[in-house]
């Protein structure tokens, strides 16, 4: 199980390298976004801190995560396309392996893009006194929203006719940090929004990972973003595990 | 040991209603090129597809070595490779990564030297580091076919092998489809090309209207109707033979 799976990755990993652009352009626009929101509205933007690139970053993070995780829904569904996902399955191997080699690697590609996103961070001010324990804590939020999105990609990934088809649903993931606690603070948002804005996963998650970055405390969120983690990976790991055992007869 | 490598008996499958197959029966023996011989839409992909592990069948049985694809396909994965209807290989790798990817998936003692001797047996050696989407399409379907032979797979599906491939590189994998067999594996080969199974296979079944009308060897099938008649008629090259006489590939098979 273990060097199919590795050796499933390394194939991955390799097609990433090899097209750098997967990891340029998805770090590319979240950081167009940081130097946008920064330089151009962030004198405009009442937040109530100083600091504005350190108020941005955490939905920066998200939106880069949830752009990320389309790759996956591409690579899956050339494979499917391309033949190789009927080859690897009539080969007497764990099938599973399949799946997962793709889960895994979406989570060290995005694991490399947020690296990247962070160092240009750094450099336009964004400055925290965290230790490593609430560094571990963040790692492992953003871990587990990019597994719980990378499952939900696994589903169009296998079963989208077509390779507009299999991304299409990453646009409002990539456009809900706008309606959150991401740019700006809630409360001068209209009811309606306001209520969407403040009982959506970005919101809760943006809010944990500032606790853990600016105030050194783990705060209530957390709480709330785990839920809203693991309940949707959990959601989508049930339909994508049943799609792929269905289509296979 | 059991010399039937193949086994289908009243197959079926329909989709959406529709009844692609009828009750497909046909035997195959170890070691012997099997062609299924239809039209497009007949079915045979249908076919390969059960038999390789893909599809379930709706009813009947098939057996590959003697195990039920039905109910152990894991023992079936064990014996067979599929050559599906693309050239299934990975665009981004070269030659030789696809075939050391293949080898290592397979658990194959030193998948470097499998894959330098598949490389020269499918004379791939010269591209061997080179992106396989690089290849032209002859390259590709001979990689393909080469990525299906790590293992030493008892039975090697191949659907529709040289569909979409020019005359010269059709030549170039019946070829190689010929020195296979002569190594003992047992193919199962479906085909829309009378003259691929004519070229390529020891017995042939015609898939059609959801059911196998004719099995047999082509001088069996070819005793099936009235004697041949003598007649002198001037043989004019056909526009493949001056094709491939042009481009300098004297032998047509």
Same mark, same amino acid.
Do not use: C, H, W
């Given at each position: 199980m273990k060097r199919i799976t590795g050796t499933l990755i390394g194939r991955l990993m390799r097609n990433i390298m090899r097209s750098p652009d997967t990891i340029i352009t998805v770090a590319i626009t979240p950081i167009m976004m940081m130097l946008l929101f920064v330089y151009v509205f962030g004198g405009a933007i =009442? *937040?109530? *801190?100083?600091n504005y690139v350190n108020y941005l970053l955490p939905g920066i993070l998200l939106m880069a995560i949830a752009s990320g995780v389309a790759y996956t829904s591409v690579r899956l569904f050339t494979d499917v396309k391309s033949g190789l996902m009927a080859r690897f399955i009539t080969m @007497?191997?764990?099938?599973?392996s399949v799946l997962w080699a793709h889960v895994l690697t979406s989570l060290v590609s995005n694991a490399l893009t947020i690296l990247i996103v962070i160092l240009v961070a750094l450099l336009m001010g964004f400055r925290s006194n965290a230790g490593l324990l609430d560094w571990l804590s963040v790692a492992g939020i953003l871990g587990l929203f990019t597994l719980a999105l990378t499952w939900l990609a696994v589903i169009p990934g296998l079963t989208a006719s077509s390779m507009e088809g299999a991304t299409a649903y990453s646009y409002p993931l990539v456009f809900l940090? !706008?309606?959150?606690?991401? !740019?700006? @603070?809630? =409360? *001068?948002? @209209?009811k309606i929004v306001r209520i969407f804005a403040e009982n959506q996963p970005v919101t809760s998650i943006v809010n944990a990972i500032r606790a853990l970055l600016y105030e050194g405390a783990v705060g209530n969120d957390i709480w709330i973003a785990l839920a809203w983690c693991i309940g949707i990976m959990g959601i989508a790991y049930f339909f994508a595990s049943k799609k792929f055992k269905r289509q296979l007869g | 040991m059991n010399q039937t490598a193949i086994s289908i008996k009243r197959l079926k499958k329909s989709f959406n209603e529709k009844e692609v197959l009828k009750g497909v029966d046909f035997e195959v023996q170890r070691g012997e090129i099997f062609a299924l011989l239809g039209s497009n839409g007949a079915g045979k992909t249908t076919v390969v597809n059960i038999l390789s592990t893909l599809m379930k069948a709706d009813d009947g049985e098939a057996l590959i070595c003697g195990i039920d694809v039905d109910r152990q396909p894991d023992g079936v994965r064990q014996s067979i490779s599929l050559t599906g209807?693309? $050239? $299934?290989?990975? &665009?981004?790798?070269t030659g030789r990564e696809n075939l050391m990817m293949i080898a290592k998936l397979r658990g194959v003692h030193n998948p470097a030297q499998v894959a330098d001797r598949l490389l020269a047996r499918f004379s791939l050696t010269e591209a $061997?580091?080179?992106? $396989?989407?690089?290849?032209?399409g002859g390259m590709k379907r001979r990689l393909d076919i080469a990525m299906s032979l790590i293992g030493t797979p008892e039975v090697i599906f191949l659907d529709?092998?040289?569909? &979409?491939?020019d005359p010269e590189a059709r030549i170039e994998v019946w070829n190689t489809v010929k020195e296979l067999a002569n190594g003992g594996t047992t193919i199962l080969l479906t085909t829309q090309y009378l003259e691929e199974a004519e070229q390529l296979a020891d017995r042939i079944a015609i898939l059609h209207g959801g059911v196998i009308i004719k099995t047999g060897t082509l001088q069996e099938l070819k005793e099936m109707f009235p004697k041949a008649i003598v007649e002198y008629v001037e043989k004019q090259p056909s526009l493949e033979d001056i094709f491939l006489n042009i481009i300098g590939k004297k032998e047509s098979v």
């Open positions: =009442e *937040t109530g *801190t100083d @007497p191997i764990k099938r599973s940090p !706008f309606i959150s606690s991401a !740019f700006v @603070p809630t =409360e *001068t948002m @209209p | 209807q693309f $050239a $299934a290989l990975d &665009g981004m790798l $061997a580091n080179k992106r $396989a989407d690089q290849y032209s529709e092998p040289t569909t &979409g491939l």
